[in-house]
C-alpha cells in the first residue's frame, strides 16, 4: 500500500541536491533498498563534500571530527598551536598590551572631549590671562597661577599615542615583524624606546589634566570659590574617568616598556643559542669528515640509517641488468610480530609488553642523554682549547686528549645502548600506534 506524504519527494531531492551538490552518497542512498544476505556490510565512508564546518548540523559535525583518524587531529592541534603560539610569546603580549593601549586612548580623548565646552565657558568669562583680582598676586595668595585650561594638549599627546600605538600594532601583527625585525638586534631597543616615550607623553597629560581639573590650583583658594565660579571647580564624572584612563594607561605603557626589554633579552639569547647550536653542528661536522676512515667502527651504524634503508629502497627504473644484486632490505622484527590488532586478548597482550618494555626504555634512555649531555659538555670545553699551541708538549697533551674523548664517543658499550635506546624508541611508538588505530575503531562501532 502506497504511503502519501505531504511534501512530494522530488522537491525534497530538489533542495538537497542544492544542499550536498557533488555527494553521490546522498543523491543514491535513498535508491538502495536492501543488502545481500550474509554479506558484512561496513559503514559507508562518511561525504567529506558534502558538510562543511561552516554549516548547519552540530550533530554531523560531531559525529565527523569522532572520526577523524588520530594523525589529521594531531596534525590540526599543531596547526593550531602553530598559529596561536606567537600570542604567547613576548611579542604577542606587546600586541595585547597595545589592543589595550588604543583602548585606553580613546577613552580618554572621548572623556576629555566631552568637557571641551568648559574650556569655551573659562575663556569666555576669563579670557586668556588670569583670573581677575589675582594677577600679580600669586605670591602674596599661596603661589597659584593658572593661565587657562591645557586640554588641546590632551588631546594632541592622546591623539599622536594613539597613531603611534596602531602603527606598532599592525607592524607587529605583520610578517615582516617576525621574520625580520625580531632577528634584528636593535628594533626591541627601538621597541623599548618608543613605549618609553609615549610612559612620559601620557604622564605629562595625566598632570596636565589633573592640573586643570583644580585650574591650577585656584580652587583651593578661598577668594576664587565664588558662586559664579563654581561651575570651573566642579569635577564632573567624565573628568574623573578621564583622569583614571590616563593613570591607567600611564601604567600600561610603563608595563609595555618592560616587555619590550624582556622581549630584547629574550631575542638576544635566541639569536646566541642558534649561534652556538650552529657552531657545534659545524664543529662536529667538521671533526666527522676529519676522523671518518676505514677505523671507523661498524657498530657506529644506527638504527636511523637502517630505518632509512626500509623506507626509501633502491629503485629500477627500467631492465634488470645482468647480475645485478639487489640490497636486502632490512625490515624490523616488530613490523611482523605486532600486526593490526583484532581482539581484546591481542589489546592485552601488547599494552602488557608496552609496559614491560617501557620502563626498560626509560632507564636507557635517561643513561644515554646523559651521556650525551656529557659529550656536549666537552664539545664546548674542546672548543675552547687553542688550535695552534706553540709548546710541542701542549699539542701533543691536545692530541692523546681528542684521542681519548673520540675513544670515549666510539665506545661500543654506548653505541649499543644508543642504538638499542633508538630501537625501543621505535617499537613502542610502533605498539602504541596499534593500541590507538584498534580504541580509535572500536569506539567508531560503539558510536
Same mark, same amino acid.
Given at each position: 500500500?502506497? /504511503?502519501?506524504?505531504?511534501?512530494?519527494?522530488?522537491?525534497?531531492?530538489?533542495?538537497?541536491? !542544492?544542499?550536498?551538490?557533488?555527494?553521490?552518497?546522498?543523491?543514491?542512498?535513498?535508491?538502495?533498498?536492501? +543488502?545481500?544476505?550474509?554479506?558484512?556490510?561496513?559503514?559507508? &565512508?562518511?561525504? =567529506?563534500?558534502?558538510?562543511?564546518?561552516?554549516?548547519?548540523?552540530? &550533530?554531523? @559535525?560531531?559525529?565527523?571530527? =569522532?572520526?577523524?583518524?588520530?594523525?589529521?587531529?594531531?596534525?590540526?592541534?599543531?596547526?593550531?598551536?602553530?598559529?596561536?603560539?606567537?600570542?604567547?610569546?613576548?611579542?604577542?603580549?606587546?600586541?595585547?598590551?597595545?589592543? &589595550?593601549?588604543?583602548?585606553?586612548?580613546?577613552?580618554?580623548?572621548?572623556?576629555?572631549? &566631552?568637557?571641551?565646552?568648559?574650556?569655551?565657558?573659562?575663556?569666555? /568669562?576669563?579670557?586668556?590671562?588670569?583670573?581677575?583680582?589675582?594677577?600679580?598676586?600669586?605670591?602674596?595668595?599661596?603661589?597659584?597661577?593658572?593661565?587657562?585650561?591645557?586640554?588641546?594638549?590632551?588631546?594632541?599627546?592622546?591623539?599622536?599615542?594613539?597613531?603611534?600605538?596602531?602603527?606598532?600594532? %599592525?607592524?607587529?601583527?605583520?610578517?615582516?615583524?617576525?621574520? +625580520?625585525?625580531?632577528?634584528?638586534?636593535?628594533?626591541?631597543? *627601538?621597541?623599548?624606546?618608543?613605549?618609553?616615550?609615549?610612559?612620559?607623553?601620557?604622564?605629562?597629560?595625566?598632570? /596636565?589634566?589633573?592640573?586643570?581639573?583644580?585650574?591650577?590650583?585656584?580652587?583651593?583658594?578661598?577668594?576664587? !570659590? *565664588?558662586? +559664579?565660579?563654581?561651575?570651573?571647580?566642579?569635577?564632573?564624572?567624565?573628568?574623573?574617568?578621564?583622569?583614571?584612563?590616563?593613570?591607567?594607561? %600611564?601604567?600600561?605603557?610603563?608595563?609595555?616598556?618592560?616587555?619590550?626589554?624582556?622581549?630584547?633579552? #629574550?631575542?638576544?639569547?635566541?639569536? #646566541?643559542?642558534?649561534?652556538?647550536?650552529?657552531?657545534? @653542528?659545524?664543529?662536529?661536522?667538521?671533526?666527522?669528515?676529519?676522523?671518518?676512515?676505514?677505523?671507523?667502527?661498524?657498530?657506529?651504524?644506527?638504527?636511523?640509517?637502517?630505518?632509512?634503508?626500509?623506507?626509501?629502497?633502491?629503485?629500477?627504473?627500467?631492465?634488470?641488468?645482468?647480475?645485478?644484486?639487489?640490497?636486502?632490505?632490512?625490515?624490523?622484527?616488530?613490523?611482523?610480530?605486532?600486526?593490526?590488532?583484532?581482539?581484546?586478548?591481542?589489546?592485552?597482550?601488547?599494552?602488557? /609488553?608496552?609496559?614491560?618494555?617501557?620502563?626498560?626504555?626509560?632507564?636507557?634512555?635517561?643513561? %644515554?642523554?646523559?651521556?650525551?649531555?656529557?659529550?656536549?659538555?666537552?664539545?664546548?670545553?674542546?672548543? !675552547?682549547?687553542?688550535?695552534?699551541?706553540?709548546?710541542?708538549?701542549?699539542?701533543?697533551?691536545?692530541?692523546?686528549?681528542?684521542?681519548?674523548?673520540? !675513544?670515549?664517543?666510539?665506545?661500543?658499550?654506548?653505541?649499543?645502548?644508543?642504538?638499542?635506546?633508538?630501537?625501543?624508541?621505535?617499537?613502542?611508538? #610502533?605498539?602504541?600506534?596499534?593500541?590507538?588505530?584498534?580504541?580509535?575503531?572500536?569506539?567508531?562501532?560503539?558510536?
Amino acid at each position: 500500500k502506497p /504511503v502519501r506524504r505531504f511534501i512530494p519527494d522530488s522537491w525534497k531531492n530538489f533542495f538537497a541536491g !542544492k544542499r550536498h551538490n557533488g555527494s553521490e552518497w546522498d543523491s543514491t542512498a535513498s535508491d538502495i533498498k536492501y +543488502i545481500s544476505d550474509g554479506v558484512r556490510c561496513s559503514p559507508p &565512508a562518511s561525504p =567529506a563534500a558534502s558538510w562543511r564546518p561552516g554549516s548547519s548540523g552540530g &550533530a554531523w @559535525r560531531g559525529e565527523a571530527e =569522532a572520526m577523524l583518524p588520530a594523525e589529521a587531529y594531531s596534525s590540526m592541534v599543531d596547526a593550531y598551536r602553530q598559529r596561536y603560539a606567537y600570542m604567547k610569546s613576548w611579542a604577542g603580549l606587546l600586541r595585547v598590551l597595545g589592543v &589595550a593601549e588604543l583602548l585606553l586612548g580613546a577613552a580618554v580623548f572621548a572623556c576629555v572631549s &566631552a568637557y571641551v565646552h568648559k574650556d569655551n565657558e573659562w575663556y569666555n /568669562v576669563f579670557g586668556y590671562s588670569q583670573p581677575y583680582g589675582l594677577t600679580g598676586g600669586g605670591s602674596a595668595y599661596g603661589g597659584y597661577s593658572y593661565s587657562g585650561p591645557k586640554t588641546p594638549f590632551v588631546l594632541v599627546a592622546a591623539g599622536v599615542a594613539w597613531i603611534v600605538t596602531v602603527v606598532l600594532l %599592525v607592524l607587529g601583527m605583520s610578517l615582516y615583524y617576525r621574520t +625580520i625585525l625580531l632577528d634584528s638586534s636593535w628594533w626591541p631597543l *627601538t621597541e623599548f624606546g618608543i613605549n618609553v616615550a609615549l610612559f612620559f607623553l601620557y604622564m605629562a597629560a595625566a598632570i /596636565v589634566y589633573v592640573n586643570d581639573a583644580n585650574r591650577g590650583g585656584l580652587c583651593y583658594y578661598p577668594l576664587f !570659590k *565664588t558662586p +559664579i565660579n563654581a561651575a570651573f571647580c566642579r569635577v564632573e564624572g567624565g573628568q574623573t574617568a578621564a583622569i583614571i584612563f590616563l593613570f591607567v594607561a %600611564v601604567v600600561v605603557y610603563l608595563i609595555s616598556a618592560v616587555v619590550a626589554l624582556k622581549l630584547w633579552r #629574550h631575542e638576544a639569547a635566541r639569536r #646566541h643559542r642558534e649561534l652556538v647550536e650552529r657552531e657545534v @653542528r659545524q664543529g662536529l661536522a667538521a671533526q666527522s669528515r676529519r676522523y671518518d676512515g676505514v677505523d671507523r667502527p661498524r657498530e657506529e651504524a644506527t638504527y636511523r640509517q637502517l630505518k632509512s634503508v626500509e623506507m626509501k629502497p633502491e629503485q629500477l627504473n627500467g631492465h634488470i641488468p645482468a647480475g645485478h644484486i639487489p640490497k636486502p632490505i632490512v625490515m624490523p622484527d616488530y613490523l611482523a610480530k605486532y600486526p593490526a590488532i583484532q581482539t581484546n586478548e591481542m589489546r592485552d597482550r601488547y599494552k602488557a /609488553v608496552f609496559n614491560d618494555q617501557f620502563a626498560e626504555y626509560k632507564e636507557l634512555s635517561g643513561e %644515554v642523554h646523559a651521556v650525551l649531555k656529557k659529550f656536549d659538555e666537552l664539545d664546548a670545553l674542546l672548543r !675552547k682549547l687553542p688550535h695552534n699551541p706553540g709548546n710541542l708538549h701542549e699539542q701533543e697533551r691536545i692530541s692523546r686528549v681528542l684521542q681519548e674523548y673520540r !675513544k670515549k664517543k666510539n665506545d661500543p658499550t654506548f653505541l649499543e645502548k644508543k642504538e638499542r635506546c633508538e630501537y625501543l624508541k621505535n617499537k613502542l611508538s #610502533h605498539i602504541k600506534q596499534r593500541i590507538q588505530d584498534y580504541d580509535k575503531i572500536m569506539n567508531w562501532n560503539v558510536q
